[in-house]
């Protein structure tokens, strides 16, 4: 049976009045990611953000609403029949598996590959700069290194939205910008459409220059959002203007 059609306009990820309580808080988000859009969702600890990206990508299921991808009501849906890929903090390598069997995983998990697909991924090293590290561990390689290889994992399965909870917060500021460079340079180079992207960040300056909006949440909703120069500089809010450490004393 075919899935519902979204009875709203068609977008990358929608959340429609989704609800989720855990421990104290009572959350609700709605929200709409349009495709090729980049949105980064920040607040403080505990706001919700993480569980906004494990309800869209299936691992948690909502207490109520409905979750839409690309039109299709995918609320009921597994983690695996989503069209996403979610890149977390730990980059979910396999220690006893080399680099290139790492990203095969991505197209084949049993890694029988064919020779096309072995070229795949061979691509998929190259673009992210691993030409030659296909028989590395994890463990012989950089955190900057790990997380290029989950990133050429999650680019090789073609997904159109991609999720991220913080994969480079444990990398200092130069490697994380150019982390986010390298998502820009390979979102970019799909030859349908840039892939959507939705990141949780605890570093806002990384929406600079990346994301084309933002998100701001506290105690489990979505209080403001907007393009990111303006939401970065909101000295209204007082939410924002606290987690930001500004006030409006600082115009």
Not at 61 to 78: E, S
Not at 122 to 130: I, K, M, Y
Not at 160 to 181: I, K, Q, T, W
Request: aromatic residues 6%; charged residues 25%.
């Amino acid at each position: 049976m075919r899935a519902p059609v979204d009875p709203g306009r068609t977008a990358a990820l929608r959340l429609d009045d989704v609800r989720f309580a855990h421990d104290d808080l009572a959350m609700r988000f709605d929200l709409t990611v349009e495709e090729g859009e980049w949105l980064a969702l920040i607040g403080p600890s505990g706001a919700g953000k993480s569980t906004l990206l494990d309800i869209a990508a299936g691992f948690v299921a909502p207490d109520a609403g409905r979750v839409w991808i690309g039109g299709a009501d995918v609320t009921d849906a597994a983690p695996a029949e989503r069209p996403l890929t979610m890149v977390f903090q730990e980059n979910n390598l396999f220690a006893h598996l080399d680099v290139f069997r790492n990203v095969a995983l991505g197209i084949a998990p049993n890694l029988r590959l064919d020779a096309k697909q072995r070229r795949a991924v061979s691509e998929a090293l190259e673009r992210v700069g691993l030409a030659g590290f296909e028989k590395r561990r994890p463990a012989e390689m950089s955190g900057g290194e790990r997380q290029r290889v989950a990133l050429a994992r999650a680019f090789l399965r073609g997904r159109p939205l991609l999720l991220l909870d913080e994969p480079f917060a444990a990398l200092g500021p130069a490697l994380r910008r150019e982390m986010l460079a390298l998502i820009e340079t390979l979102r970019r180079a799909r030859t349908d459409a840039p892939m959507t992207v939705l990141m949780v960040t605890h570093h806002p300056e990384d929406a600079v220059g990346h994301a084309d909006r933002v998100a701001f949440l506290e105690n489990g909703e979505i209080v403001v959002e907007g393009a990111t120069d303006d939401i970065l500089s909101d000295r209204t809010n007082a939410g924002v203007a606290r987690y930001l450490g500004t006030t409006s004393s600082d115009r």
